[in-house]
């Protein structure tokens, strides 16, 4: 098949998890024959270009359409796959109708301004299945009022020109992604869940050492919440990766707790082969986090939050443990339960034949392929665990419909 895979591309690079998926759906496509042409412009590719042209941009950018008009002419796809739209693409790029059209939903971007349904280190759901001119009002895109009513205005138009008809399935990275758009208005029968897969990693042997956080240093992953309290848990906690938190973050954090700062991702596997279990304290609705399918890889379980997505992807007493954030000593209980040696590589197998059958490269090959075949084959993306109900228009209009 011939792929065009387009993608705005985030500044954090290899440290964003969406980013690092992209690349390897790409390079996975093409290993096994298909030809595809990956665009992805980033927003440094702007730098010249004013806050108000970008915001222009990000509701309905007539470069980006000309741009991939003029690539599917020269590469005629069979397929046209949209990850990230936002600020380079717009989904302007989605009427272009070059060829099917499949858009993967790895967070809640179409439903939320910052794509997290978390506001000042709450959950909020005052958005969901209505137009985000509340988030307008809370400046919850980046805390920019520009910013915000640029991105709402951007769902608004599209919404109401029906842009999102234009797409023929939907691929959320987890069952809870995929309830959260139909929560939303979103019709069923268009969404595939389709997780998300790694390579294999280097494999864990024994039990593990310290607990490892990998990932971004900021407000919403939680981790400030447990450090604030590590004194408490046994054991070490090693922190990999960087953010605007950091500095508070390690003038917080007992001597028991060492940062290593961000590192390339072939590092990663090194660090989670000698983890005990990977944890994941995150207070905002997490997709389906990158970090929790390496830990499997590795064959490490994972600790997290019962929060969001997280409970439909660790499986409880399987691959790790969930924690009730309200729970008082939820925290401490879970870890000293994974200090137990048995316990830690009886869940870190369970994760390892978790990510071999849900989570590989050929699983996720398989899960590619088929979602190309239906939308080439014109049928409607049936879901994996059945179609759902109908659902009535919200406030501003679905994705699927065009308001009144």
Wanted: include cysteine; charge should be neutral; aromatic fraction near 6%.
């Amino acid at each position: 098949m011939r792929v065009l895979v387009l993608h705005s591309r985030y500044l954090s690079g290899t440290s964003s998890g969406e980013n690092r998926v992209v690349e390897d759906e790409v390079e996975l496509l093409r290993a096994a024959g298909h030809e595809v042409r990956l665009w992805a412009p980033s927003p440094e590719d702007a730098a010249r270009t004013s806050r108000l042209r970008l915001g222009a941009r990000a509701v309905w950018s007539r470069s980006a359409v000309r741009e991939v008009e003029r690539i599917a002419a020269e590469l005629r796809p069979d397929v046209v796959h949209v990850h990230n739209l936002y600020p380079m693409l717009s989904p302007a790029v989605l009427r272009t109708a070059a060829a099917p059209v499949v858009v993967t939903l790895h967070n809640y971007r179409l439903l939320c301004l910052p794509a997290t349904f978390l506001r000042d280190e709450r959950t909020c759901e005052d958005c969901l299945g209505a137009l985000p001119w509340r988030g307008v009002v809370h400046r919850c895109y980046r805390g920019s009022a520009a910013g915000s009513a640029a991105l709402a205005a951007s769902l608004g138009v599209h919404r109401r020109a029906g842009t999102f008809r234009h797409v023929a399935a939907f691929l959320a990275v987890s069952e809870f992604v995929r309830e959260k758009h139909v929560e939303a208005g979103m019709d069923a029968a268009r969404i595939r869940m389709k997780p998300n897969f790694v390579a294999p990693m280097p494999r864990r042997e024994g039990p593990g050492r310290d607990f490892l956080y990998l990932g971004r240093l900021s407000a919403e992953k939680g981790l400030d919440r447990l450090v604030a309290r590590w004194r408490e848990m046994p054991g070490r906690l090693v922190v990999v990766g960087d953010g605007p938190d950091r500095a508070k973050l390690e003038a917080a954090a007992p001597d028991t707790v060492e940062f290593r700062g961000a590192v390339p991702p072939d590092q990663v596997g090194g660090f989670l082969a000698e983890a005990r279990a990977l944890v994941l304290p995150s207070i905002c609705y997490e997709g389906a986090p990158r970090t929790v399918v390496e830990a499997y890889a590795a064959g490490v379980p994972v600790v997290a939050n019962r929060h969001g997505a997280l409970p439909s992807v660790v499986a409880e007493g399987v691959t790790g443990l969930l924690v009730d954030p309200a729970a008082v000593g939820g925290w401490r209980g879970a870890l000293a339960e994974l200090g137990d040696d048995d316990v830690s590589v009886r869940l870190g197998e369970g994760a390892f034949a978790n990510w071999r059958s849900r989570y590989s490269p050929e699983k996720g090959l398989a899960d590619l392929e088929a979602a190309y075949t239906a939308v080439r084959a014109g049928s409607s993306a049936a879901t994996v665990e059945g179609r759902g109900e109908e659902r009535t228009e919200p406030e501003g209009g679905t994705l699927d419909s065009v308001s009144q």
